[in-house]
């Protein structure tokens, strides 16, 4: 009998209702440790696909800013469904949906460690520890972790994780572990075709190392990934310049524009989970090595992936537009679980005489994760200054910016177009909260997130371009400049810093910025 069963016979399992009550408690220390802001980042991009599929008279100028992503993914129509036939508003059904999606990550990330860990209480650090790190920065990937906002991949990520816990089971003895593992990916793919790509090569990669001598069959999945990559850049269609200036924009796509700090991101991971594999003195089971191989495999396929393709002095940045690199996601949160475990591990297991030191051990994982959520939770409240820690609906959010986008939707025509700097997103005290989906009005395309629609979007790279361009330090021009700029495209209000010069008529102001007509 090997140290796995007996350490599961050693002592009982907790109760359902237990867990279920943790994960609860977790699912709040999330919200209140990482925050809730709907409308800021890709969560506004999202909920401005909702309004729209809600109203589709909303948005009637660019409009393929808002409906372009919504061809790949359920997530706008399922989430207006559900408005449209429940008594929910949009706000309470984003919110009740995040508190889900939550609990759904925390309850994934249980069923990977109870097949790698007979340990309840080490389970339970590590979905601890996931749920401190939840805003992560994944290296520089511009993603994190999870996000304090709903999206896609508030769903894909979460089942993708269950997929893997499904992968870990022996299918021949379970033969239902493999129907829900693909169930997982199917409907995961209907969220987030992207990501979830990636969470099946890691299951196909779990699988393989099941297996007996599984190096030249490794070698050989990765010889034909590599050629299929080649095959598919070189058939690559030319790039136009607008799509190329789109490109280029998105550093975190390559490598060679990534800080050593942030190259460490992606490297010490595979170290960990290489340390992780060998399982001395921690009670694994020997699932846990088939999960670390894997993980190592799928994270330097990607690496070679986007060292070899994702360059941006080649002529066509199609690979480079699948940024391999977000597999990394997946893995952060496999190492974040297994930190979590070994953490915990360490201290209980260790048994010194002296009690006020069993005490302090027995003590360290729980102080090391309250720990790490401090951490995380400044940074999350430098990350959004202006804002509201907790953008719950009803609130009425104090930041400046936000107040003058609802001061728009309450103020102006359903049809007008509103000009603003295009990296208004960016500047420090916005908080990255997103015009479209706050004054449900259209404008023209910034330069960061309809900057990276145009990046991966070929057909959006030419308006984007013009846009981002007519908008460029928009608060800085005088109104000759300015007006020759943005009258041409059709431009009925402008958003401008408050000591921007300016004839033009400027119903609503406050201390950072003003409202005008054009």
């Known amino acids: 009998m090997n140290s796995f069963s007996i350490q599961r016979n050693a002592a009982p399992a907790w109760p359902a209702s237990r867990w279920l009550l943790l994960l609860g408690v977790l699912t709040l220390f999330v919200l209140l440790v990482h925050g809730y802001h709907p409308l800021a980042e890709d969560g506004g991009l999202y909920v401005a696909g909702v309004l729209w599929k809600l109203n589709p008279t909303l948005f009637p100028h660019d409009t393929a800013f808002v409906t372009e992503h919504l061809r790949f993914s359920i997530f706008a129509p399922v989430i207006a469904s559900l408005v449209r036939h429940t008594p929910l508003t949009l706000s309470w059904t984003l919110f009740l949906l995040y508190l889900l999606s939550i609990a759904l990550t925390l309850f994934a990330a249980r069923q990977i460690l109870r097949r790698v860990i007979a340990s309840e209480s080490a389970q339970l650090a590590g979905v601890a520890l996931l749920a401190a ?157 088939t999960l670390c191989r894997a993980a190592i495999a799928l994270g330097l396929i990607a690496i070679l992936i986007a060292s070899l393709f994702a360059r941006e002095n080649i002529s066509t940045h199609l690979i480079a537009r699948l940024q391999p690199l977000r597999v990394f996601v997946l893995l952060y949160a496999l190492m974040a679980m297994l930190l979590g475990v070994v953490l915990q591990q360490l201290c209980f297991t260790t048994r010194p005489r002296a009690f006020p030191l069993r005490a302090i051990l027995r003590a360290t994982p729980f102080a090391a994760i309250i720990a790490f959520a401090a951490i995380m939770f400044a940074a999350q409240r430098a990350a959004f200054p202006a804002s509201l820690h907790l953008e719950l609906p009803n609130r009425l959010n104090p930041n400046p910016w936000t107040q003058a986008f609802l001061w728009s939707r309450n103020h102006t025509p359903r049809n007008a177009l509103f000009a603003i700097d295009a990296n208004y997103i960016t500047t420090d005290g916005e908080d990255a909260q997103t015009f479209r989906a706050t004054a449900q009005r259209s404008i023209l395309p910034d330069h960061s997130k309809d900057g990276g629609e145009a990046a991966i979007t070929p057909a959006l790279a030419d308006p984007w371009l013009l846009g981002a361009t007519a908008q460029a330090n928009l608060s800085a021009l005088d109104d000759s400049t300015r007006d020759a700029h943005l009258r041409p495209l059709g431009i009925t209000w402008m958003v401008l810093h408050t000591a921007a010069r300016t004839q033009h008529n400027c119903p609503y102001a406050n201390n950072v910025v003003k409202v005008c007509s054009l």
């Open 133 to 289: 790190w939840w805003t992560l920065p994944v290296a520089a990937t511009s993603l994190m972790l999870m996000d304090p906002y709903l999206t896609a991949r508030s769903f894909s990520l979460p089942l993708s994780l269950l997929a893997i816990a499904f992968a870990l089971d022996d299918w021949h003895r379970r033969p239902r572990s493999l129907f829900a593992c693909a169930l997982c990916l199917i409907v995961a793919f209907l969220f987030h075709p992207l990501m979830t790509a990636y969470a099946l090569a890691f299951v196909i990669l779990l699988r393989l190392f099941r297996r007996r001598n599984v190096l030249p069959i490794l070698l050989l999945l990765t010889a034909f990934v590599l050629a299929v990559t080649l095959i598919i850049q070189l058939n690559a269609p030319p790039e136009s310049p607008a799509l190329l200036a789109a490109e280029i924009t998105r550093y975190y796509w390559f490598l060679s524009q990534w800080h050593w700090y942030e190259l460490l991101g992606i490297i010490a991971p595979l170290i960990i989970f290489a340390v992780l594999q060998r399982r001395r003195r921690i009670a694994f089971s020997p699932a846990v090595t």
